[in-house]
């Protein structure tokens, strides 16, 4: 393999890269769902969210590695990976609109148990996916129980899913009004992302 492209190593330095930044971004979305309905929006949510689509943006060239990517199976999952990746990213981002959406409205309470579990699990796998990341070089006993963790989360949050659902049609009697469709969408958004999640594992672990 020629000298220019990138081996093993320097593509999961590469993807950790990312993976961390994405970490960040939902750990800002995990604090600005799980606000209660009587909790005061904190005042420096607008910087966190000014600084989550800072982080958004300058994730562009981060994968410019890719120009790298070694011509063979290592290449062609790491391709993969970064679709994958590339997804999580987008779907943060759509959360982190739907909120500006919602604007300074703390949400309704019939969200608010799935909700705070459904947020705190996806950051849960996002540090997992990190973790997982970097101890891929030198630890593979220590990546495969964080792959573990990220499957039994994902099962989690399908579940989750399923309740939060029929609490809303039973709370509202079928009836959606606009805070209501935009936190059923911000949760499909957050069952998708662990979705992604646990298929860039899947991978990362062959690699």
Request: hydrophobic share 40%; glycine share 2%; net charge negative.
């Amino acid at each position: 393999m020629s000298s220019e492209f990138l081996d093993r190593s320097a593509i999961l330095k590469e993807l950790v890269t990312i993976v961390s930044v994405q970490e960040r971004i939902s750990e800002y979305v995990d604090k600005r769902l799980c606000l209660k309905c009587d909790d005061i929006i904190d005042e420096s949510w607008d910087g966190k969210r000014k600084d989550a689509f800072k982080q958004i943006r300058t994730l562009i060239d981060k994968y410019a590695f890719s120009r790298k990517l070694p011509k063979n199976d290592l290449g062609i999952m790491t391709q993969a990976i970064i679709s994958h990746l590339l997804n999580i990213q987008h779907t943060f981002l759509r959360v982190l609109v739907r909120i500006d959406m919602l604007q300074d409205e703390t949400f309704n309470e019939i969200f608010m148990d799935s909700m705070t579990t459904i947020s705190r699990r996806v950051h849960e796998m996002m540090t997992a996916l990190k973790h997982m990341i970097s101890e891929r070089a030198s630890n593979s006993e220590e990546a495969e129980n964080a792959l573990e963790v990220i499957i039994r989360l994902e099962r989690q949050i399908d579940e989750d899913n399923i309740v939060i659902c029929r609490q809303i049609s039973v709370a509202t009697g079928g009836d959606s009004d606009f805070p209501c469709y935009m936190m059923r969408k911000i949760v499909a958004d957050l069952e998708h992302i662990s979705d992604y999640v646990k298929e860039c594992a899947e991978i990362i672990a062959e690699i």
